[in-house]
Each structure stands twice: as structure tokens, then as C-alpha cells.
Nanobody, 115 residues
Framework: QVQLVESGGDLVQAGGSLKLSCATS????????MGWYRQVAGKQRVLLAT???????NVADSVKGRFTISRDSAKNTVFLQMNSLKPKDTGVYYC?????????WGQGTQVTVSS
């Protein structure tokens, strides 16, 4: 059974940092590219960062220089280090494989950045 469990979200002040984790099970983690997504109420999920099975990364322009994606294949976990957080980073953060290979979405983790 596929399971994605995101954690690490919190309420932080602008300029602060958070590190999100996504523990996966039921997928061949080491063979899959993974991504972090953000969803704001009433809007579609937006892809923020990707990491390939070999560790190559890419981040959206909106978070470039502030967010870093990484993975630990031994722990089947993908991370998102978020620095210099801004109020516009507020949302629910999810991990998943990349389109069109999505699996069942987890519950996400809420990040709220206060000004």
C-alpha cells in the first residue's frame, strides 16, 4: 500500500526556516523522481521542487535560492529545506511522484508564515 506522510510544517515568522520531511512506503523510492508541491486554499497544487532518482534537483523560480530539496534513499524520505520564508509561502505542502505518475496524496503539512 502506497503511503506518503508529510511532516515538519509549523507557524513561523517571515525570514524563518523550516525543514519538511516526507516519508514514503509502498513505492520503489530509489527509482522514482519526487517532488514537493504547495496548495493554497481554492487553488491548484503547484510544483515547487523536484529531485531525480540520481539526485539532480530543480526548483521553481518563486523559491529559487531559498528552498532546497534532498532525499535519503536509505530512509525512503524526501526533504524540503525552506529558508527566508515569506508570507506567500503559506500553504499546505505535499510530496509525490511527478506527473503523470502520481500516487495517492498524503495529508500534507501546513506551513504558515506570518509577517
Amino acid at each position: 500500500q502506497v503511503q506518503l506522510v508529510e511532516s515538519g510544517g509549523d507557524l513561523v515568522q517571515a525570514g524563518g526556516s523550516l525543514k519538511l520531511s516526507c516519508a514514503t512506503s509502498g513505492i520503489i523510492f530509489s527509482s522514482n523522481a519526487m517532488g514537493w508541491y504547495r496548495q493554497v486554499a481554492g487553488k491548484q497544487r503547484v510544483l515547487l521542487a523536484t529531485i531525480t532518482s540520481t539526485g539532480s534537483t530543480n526548483v521553481a523560480d518563486s523559491v529559487k535560492g531559498r528552498f532546497t530539496i534532498s532525499r535519503d534513499s536509505a530512509k525512503n524520505t524526501v526533504f524540503l529545506q525552506m529558508n527566508s520564508l515569506k508570507p506567500k509561502d503559506t500553504g499546505v505542502y505535499y510530496c509525490n511522484k511527478l506527473s503523470p505518475y502520481f500516487v495517492s496524496w498524503g495529508q500534507g503539512t501546513q506551513v504558515t508564515v506570518s509577517s
